[in-house]
Structures are given as structure tokens and as C-alpha cells.
């Protein structure tokens, strides 16, 4: 029996249509999962979307509807966005109307441990927009460092969790490496974080502030989860936590491989108080949290609510599925900022799809046909030096370049042995030894490259079956 893994992305709000920005997160969670996959792991990937926010009320009220049709309408387009990227997902939660999610975020609640929820009154300055409180010394100016917006005051009385009682077991996590946090530079952020002294934080709302939207608090119809808290055990709800059925067992419970991918404004939140949300409740932590960087245009963050949005269906209409996952994962730094523009895009796709990997198999698909060249029997190849190595550190892009340093070796050993001359003067056995070379070199990029280019190497993969090799359609043709 195989062992198994759990991958998620973080749950975007529908406030608005999905960016690049979540593209790029959800075609990196996709690399990671279809990895595990191909190297023996039965592997769950979850996806979805977070609908219970205030953000979304708000947003509902300014287009004038309700918001069920808000969220009804943008989830879908998250949903379809799957499959524009080829996103291998085996699960699409959505937190306002999945029955697994009601059930499961109320089994949540009702597992932690009751001296960990209390209420109280609390006063504060709040975000919308990252549905978030902030403390007066983080924002003397009173102004969102991430929105640029005015916070609001806000005064209620509501539920708190008890994350102080967790300081020492979370940095224990931290520490010890239990709870990986990749990269590095994000773990340290968050043992300082922990280190200056956690903070109880707010787990509900009341239902009038909330727009009497959200999911009731257990025995508190007055109340309804703040969504934080809500939005977080979708992790665990979607693998029937409430019932606690099959897959809560064999994929988080019965799991070592338990990852979320997320982005570097949402770490405290997955990286702290999840894991203590997990303990209080007595389940499992996740073993590994990768953070990754922000897509930016002109160097600035891709916002819905700053409307310097890039649509990532137009890019796959204009440059095809396999172009635009491979500039994100292989010209776009995993562990931070990358810039996205369509000159950087083109020369990319130039260099690397064009000239490189698409020249390569166009030439030794050309020289196999003319010689009339059969492919030997297929063989499961072993991966490239430190490719297994990258892609376990989440370093998407070094993995890549294991496979386009051997596409280039491959374009130099052509350009060195001439094979056109050794058809010319007819020797046959030496050009059936070295196609028989190149094939081997093919095959092992179109074996490590489906996590990344799914499509690209099921091409390439048909192309140089096994029997004689036939004329196909160039796999990237230039942009000009």
C-alpha cells in the first residue's frame, strides 16, 4: 500500500475573478502534487474557495446582489480556472455551501478544548480587505500596509481563541523542524513572530456585523465563525472531519506528508494559529507549509482590490496552458517577488519552449523519420542530478533547469556528432546508436516534466513511443 500525502492551496476570497496571482499558486500546488504522484504517493489536492468573509458581503452590496449570487457566480469561475491551468484538484470546496464544511468547521469548534474558546469584549482597528485586525503600533498612521486603505474601529464582544496557551508547543514546532516552513527566511519571520508573545485572536463575529452571513458558532446563534477560523478547517472538513470518515484517516490523520501552499500575507495564519487550532482540537499538525512570493506588475503587488489584475485565462488563450505554466514556475522565483510581463514572457517562451526543448525534438524527430527509426521499448528513467532534491524544497525552477541542462546538452551532442552526415555516408549503426541516445534523453524529460507541463510531455512521450517515430506538430512554434 502506497503512502499517502495531502496538498492544498489557500482558499481565495470571490470578492472579485481570479488573477495570476492565484493562478500561480494553484499551478506550483499542482507541480507538487502531481510530483508526489509519479514518484508513488496516493496523494489528495484540495482546492477551493473561502466565501464566508465580510470582504464578500461588501462586495455583494456594491454590485447591488445578494450574496449567494456573488458567490455562486466568482466560485464558479475559480472552479473553471481548473481547468484552464490543468490543475490536477481531486476536491473543490466552497465554505458557504458545502455541506462537508457546515458540518465540519462546527465539528472543529466543538473538538478544541472548552477552556480554549471564551468571549469577551474587544476593541480594535480592522481591515476589510485582509479581514484582519491591526494593533496601533503596527499602523501609527492608521492606513492597511497592504490595501493602503483607512482601518476601521471596531467594537464588539465576541469569541477568542486561547492561542497565548500555545506559545510553547508552537515554537517547539518552529524549532525542531516538525513544522517545516519553506523557505527558510519564512520560518525565522515566524519564530520571531511567536517569540514576541502570541496573542488570544477573535474566532467569531457577531451575526449583524457579519451581514448574517457565515457559519453559526455552536450554541451561539448570535454568532457566526469569524472567517479565519472558518476558512482554515477546510482542510480537515473537505476530508469529512465532521463524520470523521476514510479520508480524514488516511489523508491527514494517517498522513506524514501533510502540505500547504500558500502566500506570504497568510503565513502567520497557517504557520501559528492552525497548528494551534490542531492540537486544542487533538489532531495532527501539518508537517510542511511552503510560502511563496507575490506575481507583481511594475514591481508592485497584483491586487483585486487595486485592480492591476492579469488574467490568467487570456494568457492561456493567447499562449496556450503548458507556456504560461511553465514562465510561472520556471522565470518566477518560488521563494519571492517575480515580475510578470509579456516582453520577459515572450523571451522566455522563446528561448526555452522554442528554441531549446520544441528545436530539440523537432530535429531528432526529423532525423528518426528520414531513417526510417524505431524506438526501443519504453523504461522508467531515473530523474536528472538534484532534480528530486529541488523539487522537494519546493525550488520549482532549479527542478526545470535539471531538464532543459540536459535539453541543451542534448542540442550540443547534435551540433558535435553531425547525425545528417552520418545518414549521408551511410552509417546506419551509428546513427541508430546515437538516435537511440537521444530518444533515451527525450524520454527522460518527458518523464520529470509532467508535473510541470502535463500536456508537453504527453506529446513528447507519444512522439518517441516505442516503434517507429512519425512526423507530429511542433510542440511550441515562435512568437514573434
Known sequence: MSETAFVSTAIPYVNAKPHIGFGFELIQTDAYARYLRLTGRDTFFLTG????????????????????????????????????????????IRTSVDPLHLKGA??????????????????????VGCEDFY????????????????????????????????????????????????????????????????QDFSISRSRERAGNWGIPVPGDPGQVMYVWYDALANYVTALQLADEGPLLEKYWTGSH?????????????????WPAMLLSAGLPVPEQVFVHGYITINGQKISKSLGNVIDP??????????????????????????????????????????????NLARRIETLAVKAGYAAPPEETPSAPAGFREAM??????????????????????????????????????????????MVLGVRVIAHWLQPFLPGTAAKLTALFKEGPVERGEPLFPRLV
Not at 106 to 113: D, E, G, I, P, T
Not at 144 to 171: G, M, W
Not at 262 to 269: H, L, S, Y
Not at 413 to 432: F, N, S, T, Y
Open 313 to 358: 485565462v487570456s494568457q492561456v488563450e493567447q499562449y496556450g496552458v503548458d507556456a504560461v505554466r511553465y514562465y510561472l514556475l520556471r522565470a518566477v522565483s518560488p521563494y519571492e517577488d517575480g515580475d510578470f510581463s509579456e516582453t520577459r514572457f515572450k523571451e522566455v517562451y522563446n528561448a526555452d519552449l522554442a528554441n531549446n526543448l520544441g
Open 49 to 92: 474557495t473561502d466565501e464566508n468573509s465580510l470582504k464578500n458581503v461588501r462586495a455583494a452590496q456594491e454590485q447591488g446582489i445578494t450574496t449567494e449570487e456573488l458567490c455562486e457566480r466568482n466560485s464558479e469561475t475559480y472552479r473553471e480556472l481548473l481547468g484552464v491551468l490543468d490543475i490536477s484538484a481531486d476536491y473543490f
Open 392 to 437: 522537494d524544497d519546493f525550488r520549482f525552477n532549479d527542478a526545470l533547469a535539471t531538464l532543459w541542462s540536459l535539453a541543451t546538452v542534448m542540442n550540443g551532442r547534435i551540433e558535435e556528432v553531425k547525425p545528417w552526415e552520418l545518414a549521408k555516408q551511410g552509417r546506419d549503426a551509428e546513427l541508430k546508436v546515437f538516435l537511440d541516445e
Open 135 to 198: 494593533t496601533e503600533k503596527d499602523v501609527p498612521d492608521g492606513i492597511c500596509p497592504d490595501h493602503k486603505t483607512p482601518l476601521e474601529r471596531v467594537e464588539e464582544e465576541n469569541y477568542f481563541f486561547r492561542l497565548s496557551a500555545y506559545q510553547d508547543q508552537i515554537l517547539d514546532l518552529l524549532e525542531s523542524g516538525r513544522l517545516r516552513v519553506i523557505p527558510n527566511s519564512k520560518r525565522n519571520e515566524m519564530l520571531s513572530f511567536v517569540k514576541g508573545g502570541l
Open 257 to 273: 506528508k501533510k502540505t500547504h501552499v500558500i502566500g506570504k500575507g497568510v503565513n502567520r495564519f497557517h504557520t501559528v494559529y
Open 106 to 127: 462546527q465539528a472543529l469548534w466543538s473538538r478544541c478544548k472548552p477552556e480554549d474558546i471564551y468571549k469577551r469584549h474587544y476593541s480594535g482597528l480592522y481591515c
